[in-house]
């Protein structure tokens, strides 16, 4: 049996004072999709980093494509595709001019014109790279990430700074590439991002895993629990409203003013927690009540929210 995408056991990586990476272990068998989902901060790029080679590990053992990166580097890069945080080229360079400079240092590329097409940058195929749009910039990225088709890609937020229609046209390619038997470990802070392409999520914070396991199966357990979301001004006492409710609910201000109730939200609870923001002379604003999902499963383990 072929070795795993990626196989990461007891990884630690400091700078310094700082424990970037804190003995993470993950395991990614060949052909899937794996986000890395976790606030700023958390470890993500360091870990893609050492496994692009770009970084040693302090401790602990990482294997690629059942290569080494830090010492197989030379056999390992034909066979990967990296796009890293904030792309980057240079600056003068147009767009398709790039793409084929890349296209050409690989044995079998992709075509690059099918490429530009299929992520929307025809129109601005002979742009310079510092006049495309951040967008732009990154969908031109990823396409150097893959023109030389890779049998596993690394994509540091892939999505980041997209707007809506963009991050589509990503996600769909994506879609396409995982059909093809390409394997993709992405790092995000986008729950929806992680829950729309990932066969794996792996959830870090402070360089540790929290939980991993499928989309459906981290938001499976108590998935008749929903949460109800409302803002209002900030500081109101969550253990009053607590005590409103019956037995076993959770409050919690997540943010400023951001509230959030967890438990089965039935209509008793919401008149209830809408009668007690009006006792204490408040209008429950944004009210929202939603099946549980990633964002859930995070705060629910770390106390604060992903996007905080
Ligand atoms: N070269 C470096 N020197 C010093 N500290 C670093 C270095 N690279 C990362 N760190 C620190 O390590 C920790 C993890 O950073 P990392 O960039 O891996 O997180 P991340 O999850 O990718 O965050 P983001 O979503 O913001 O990209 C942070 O505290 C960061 O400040």
Redesign the pocket.
Known sequence: MSAAAVEITGLVKR??P?T??DHLDLKMPRGTVLALL??????????VEICEGFQRPDEGTVRVLGLDPARDGAALRPRIGIMP?GGGAYPGVRTEEMLRLVAACAADPLDPAWLLDVLGLNGVRRTPFKRLSGGQQQRLSLACALVGRPELVFL??PTAGMDPQARRLVWELLAALRADGVSVLL?T?LMEEAETLADDVVI?DG?KVITSGSPSALTAEHADDAHLRFRARPGLDTQLLREALPEGYRVQESSPGAYRVSGAVNPQVVSTVTAWCAQQGVLAQELHVGKRDLEEVFLELTGRELRA
């Open positions: 700078f310094g700082v970037a990476v976790g606030p700023n901060g958390a470890g993500k790029t360091t870990t945080q540091d937020e790092t802070h870090v360089g």
